[in-house]
């Protein structure tokens, strides 16, 4: 059987580095956000894909998540030096996968096709795609206008209140080859624990990506991103606070209920179950909390019990 899974950043790559414990990672395909990319200093970054690459590679930042385990920030200093924004942290060896990334997509290539050869360089045996091959920018609707979603999320440290988000030319985006695919050859698809506003909404506002996970027979598993009306990194759960929904995992099943067959809620939560399976959608309680290495096992063979 294969799994497909949906996925934003440090969530998902926290989990998913888990699942590649106890499932074959070449019946993994991980269909991944692309609407934090972005241009910086003619350089195309994907924070997701790089998050998700390092992580399985283990090659990761331990602590942050994001970026490359103990990188240097020489090529960032000297940049400040000669008067460029600094704002957007990156590191020597990161630098270099962005530097690959741009020539190769300058010479002509697709970014599912970079990416596939940037797994393969970094002996990756699940299979990443990118959700798109063409740029969907995810902006922030904010009491401070429309934001880019990096100047957002890193410049302004998710600081202006959020209204809404556009993810720009998602309507004329094609998935990425392989994506519908996956979707439709898979056991079962899996909702990372990631960000549902800019991690997962992008990836269903690729035309097709939500009716299929609608259609599909395999079971759709959710694995919440909100842990007792907090979320575990990000502003997840400041975005529902400020969209104007409860703060809490029901929020996030509820933004899910077209498609979701199974939610797996923290056991933090457990008193929240009734009103998930008022939704019509089964709940599994759970230890959701990644803090150690066991625990991302141990939730990994929990979901795969559901399946
Ligand atoms: N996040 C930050 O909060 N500050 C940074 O300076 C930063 C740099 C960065 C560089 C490369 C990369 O792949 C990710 C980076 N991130 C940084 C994370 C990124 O902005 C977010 O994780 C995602 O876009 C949200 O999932």
């Known amino acids: 059987m294969r799994i497909a899974a949906l996925a934003g950043g440090v969530g998902a790559a926290k989990f998913l580095s888990g699942l590649v414990e106890v499932f074959p990672a070449e019946d993994l395909t991980v269909v991944v956000n692309t609407g934090d990319d972005f241009q910086w200093l003619g350089l195309y970054i994907c924070p997701d894909l790089d998050t998700l690459t390092y992580t399985l590679a283990g090659l990761a930042h331990p602590e942050r998540g994001w970026g490359v385990r103990g990188d240097t920030f020489h090529t960032l200093a000297r940049l400040q030096e000669l008067g460029c924004d600094t704002w957007f942290l990156l590191g020597d060896r990161d630098l270099a996968t962005h530097i690959y990334r741009t020539a190769a997509l300058l010479r002509g290539q697709s970014l599912n096709d970079v990416t596939h050869r940037i797994c393969l360089a970094n002996k990756i045996r699940a299979t990443l795609l990118p959700m798109t091959n063409s740029p969907v920018p995810t902006q922030v609707h904010t009491d401070e206008g429309i934001l880019p979603f990096q100047e957002y999320f890193v410049r302004r440290k998710c600081e202006p209140r959020v209204a809404g988000f556009t993810y720009s030319g998602a309507e004329r985006s094609h998935a990425a080859p392989g994506v519908f695919e996956a979707l439709r050859e898979a056991g079962a698809i899996l909702i990372c624990p990631s960000n549902p506003f800019i991690s997962i909404a ?48 029901v929020s996030v099943a509820r933004m899910y209920q077209e498609f979701l067959d199974v939610f797996v809620l923290d056991r933090r939560d457990a008193d929240l179950e009734p009103q998930i399976a008022y939704l019509d959608i089964e709940v599994k309680v759970a230890e959701t909390l990644m803090d150690t290495h066991e625990r991302k096992v141990d939730l990994a063979r929990e979901v795969l019990a559901l399946i």
């Not at 027979?217 to 909100?226: D, E, H, R, S, Y």
């Not at 009306?229 to 975005?239: D, E, I, L, N, Y």
Request: without cysteine; positive net charge.
């Open 202 to 249: 992008p990836i269903l506002a690729v035309p097709g990506i939500r009716e299929t996970l609608r259609n599909s027979t395999a079971k759709v598993i959710a694995i919440t991103p909100i842990i007792a009306g907090k979320s575990v990194k990000g502003p997840a759960a400041t975005m529902l606070e400020q969209l104007g929904h409860e703060v809490s995992a």
